[in-house]
């Protein structure tokens, strides 16, 4: 029989893993909750003797019997395999970060070069004009070959600061991804398991940056249940989760490409942002994932539950700032309820 020590340990050691996998963070080859489950137990096996993961089939009683051994060992692999994980996002931070201060490097000095070739251009224009034995037509040369020479250069200028901006809007793109990774006990919704508000105000900013300077489509989608309030008070809350998680589930489905960015804004609403797409093709996908929650119907104790919803879908716009942008997005969805719900409104 186990002493009150033994059991303190054993007890201490259980806690140490359920809090272990609970705190988990998705990894290449396995998410967060399947890491959780796993934890969850080895817990159950270091408590109770229940048949570890991939172990010995079958519970067994006592201390001894219990696989500790392997318990150290999948311990061990999996911090080897988060820290290989964790110290990659690290240096790949690290690459991006000295990647831009090597492109700003080089772009303040080749635009140093730049600059001082307009000016010698600008200086041979000028001394030629103040010549008072300079002929108009040699003016005329001169003025001609000094603006061919300065739109050369903006040209080649123009076409280095495009390709600047796109590379470093690919690494910061592939970034983003183990970025999140990191971030996602912070920036992840419980219920739904989708990105919460604090991740999608994040995203916003970002998405707006990115976009500006590619000068790609992109579009905010702000999505509410229509009447959620009936569905909780009729069916009661639980009822309500499971509606809340069958939209959720449908958002991913139909938002699915790899950069679509969907959220749980607040409450019963949603929030979603496409990039590189036209503004029909937002519609199109807005419009798509309204027939999809219209259609289906999610089971909760036995009843097949139903729900609508309103989008509203702002474009992005050059020069707008984010605030100004969410605005419009808000204002189309407040249309989309006040015309009858079950829609889709642009803004």
């Not at 603006?147 to 793109?173: F, N, P, Y």
């Not at 500006?212 to 009822?239: C, E, V």
């Not at 969907?262 to 027939?291: H, I, M, N």
Request: hydrophobic fraction near 40%; glycine fraction near 6%.
């Amino acid at each position: 029989m186990a002493s009150p020590e033994v059991d303190l340990v054993v007890d201490t050691l259980a806690g140490i893993l359920r809090d272990f996998g609970r705190h988990a963070f998705d990894l290449t080859r396995q998410d967060a909750r399947r890491t959780q489950a796993v934890f969850d137990q080895w817990a159950q096996h270091v408590v109770v003797g229940a048949e570890p993961p991939g172990g010995q089939k079958g519970a067994v009683a006592g201390l001894a019997q219990r696989q500790f051994s392997a318990l150290r060992s999948f311990f061990t692999q999996h911090r080897r395999i988060e820290q290989s994980e964790v110290t990659a996002s690290q240096d790949a931070l690290r690459d991006v970060v000295w990647s831009f201060v090597a492109s700003l490097n080089r772009v303040t000095s080749e635009d140093q070069a730049d600059d001082a070739q307009v000016n010698t251009t600008l200086k041979s224009l000028a001394e030629a004009v103040d010549k008072p034995t300079v002929s108009p037509n040699d003016i005329r040369r001169v003025a001609l070959d000094a603006v061919k020479a300065i739109q050369a250069l903006m040209e080649t200028r123009a076409v280095r600061q495009a390709r600047q901006i796109e590379e470093l809007s690919t690494r910061l793109a592939s970034l983003g991804t183990q970025l999140e990774v990191a971030r996602k006990e912070s920036t992840t919704d419980g219920l739904t398991m989708l990105f919460n508000r604090r991740a999608f105000d994040d995203q916003l900013s970002r998405t707006s940056d990115l976009t500006s300077l590619k000068r790609s489509g992109a579009a905010l989608l702000l999505l509410d249940i229509d009447h959620f309030k009936a569905i909780n008070d009729t069916h009661g809350h639980p009822a309500g989760d499971a509606v809340l998680k069958f939209i959720a589930s449908t958002c991913v489905r139909t938002f699915k490409r790899k950069n679509d960015f969907v959220a749980r804004y607040g409450g019963e609403e949603f929030g979603v942002l496409l990039t590189d797409l036209s503004e029909a093709e937002a519609l199109s996908a807005a419009q798509k994932c309204r027939e999809a929650i219209a259609s289906s119907s999610v089971v909760h104790d036995g009843r097949a539950l139903t729900a609508t919803i309103s989008i509203g879908v702002a474009p992005w716009r050059v020069g707008e700032d984010v605030a100004a942008w969410l605005t419009r997005a808000d204002a189309a969805l407040y249309r989309a309820k006040h015309d009858g719900r079950n829609r889709v409104m642009l803004g």
